[in-house]
């Protein structure tokens, strides 16, 4: 009778545990399917950035590196009205020909609310960045030329906010053209889009002064 007694209340056991289980299980299927329902009404839209100015301060072309100093000014705009945005990490370089010719620099996070738009002005820089040797003679003949395609980009992560519900974190990646053309040796007058950059080529010792052509809007991958 004792051994009825102890199956029975195993039986039971087993019963209310795997009862709670489902009651759990529904619980957060509950959870999830109301976050996709308010995430898909909702539909947040990846934020839109800007690149508003960038001041090339110098560059100097060793072999087989270079360094370079830059100030860039980029803005981003929240375009949803009910989703806020939470820039959980930013890094922030300039690119010639694919290849990093400064270190990234970390932006502070920062919550982007409903409509808003937050901007950046980091100083980036390189000190001896190793680079293929084709990128440095090609860069050294744009310099001469007088025109300078550059890239400014940004790769980070994101959460989406409604209300009190935070998504999970996304992969942000940003990527600005920058166009740089000289005012030529000596140039003088105002910059209102950019600032003059000293650059020492190895064996020619040219200086140009570059300036930033225009603003420009940046693709993003989310």
């Known amino acids: 009778m004792s051994k009825e007694k102890h199956h029975k209340r195993e039986h039971h056991l087993r019963r209310c ?21 308010v995430y898909l009404a909702l539909r947040p839209s990846k934020p839109s950035f800007y690149l508003q100015d960038l001041q090339l301060r110098s560059v100097d072309l060793g072999d087989p590196s270079l360094s370079a100093t830059a100030q860039v000014t980029l803005a981003s705009r929240n375009p949803n009205d009910h989703v806020g945005v939470h820039y959980r990490r930013l890094d922030v370089f300039v690119t010639y020909r694919d290849e990093p010719v400064t270190v990234p620099v970390s932006l502070p ?14 100083v980036l820089s390189g000190e001896s960045v190793p680079v293929a040797g084709f990128v440095a003679d090609a860069l050294r003949q744009d310099i001469a030329a007088g025109y300078v395609a550059l890239q400014v980009k940004v790769d980070g992560r994101v959460k989406w906010k ?12 940003v990527s600005c053209p920058a166009m740089l053309a000289s005012a ?7 910059m ?8 020492n080529g190895t064996g020619a010792g040219a200086v140009a002064s570059l300036r930033f052509t225009q603003p420009t809007g940046c693709s993003v991958e989310v």
């Open 17 to 37: 545990c795997g009862g709670m289980a489902a009651c759990i299980l529904a619980l957060v299927l509950v959870v999830g399917f109301i976050a996709l329902v």
């Open 109 to 122: 996070p920062t919550y982007q609310g409903h409509r808003d738009v937050t901007i950046w002005s980091p």
């Open 162 to 173: 409604v209300g009190s519900w935070v998504s999970g974190s996304y992969h942000l990646f």
């Open 184 to 190: 030529g040796p000596g140039g003088v007058g105002p």
């Open 192 to 199: 209102p889009l950019g600032g003059a950059a000293v650059v």
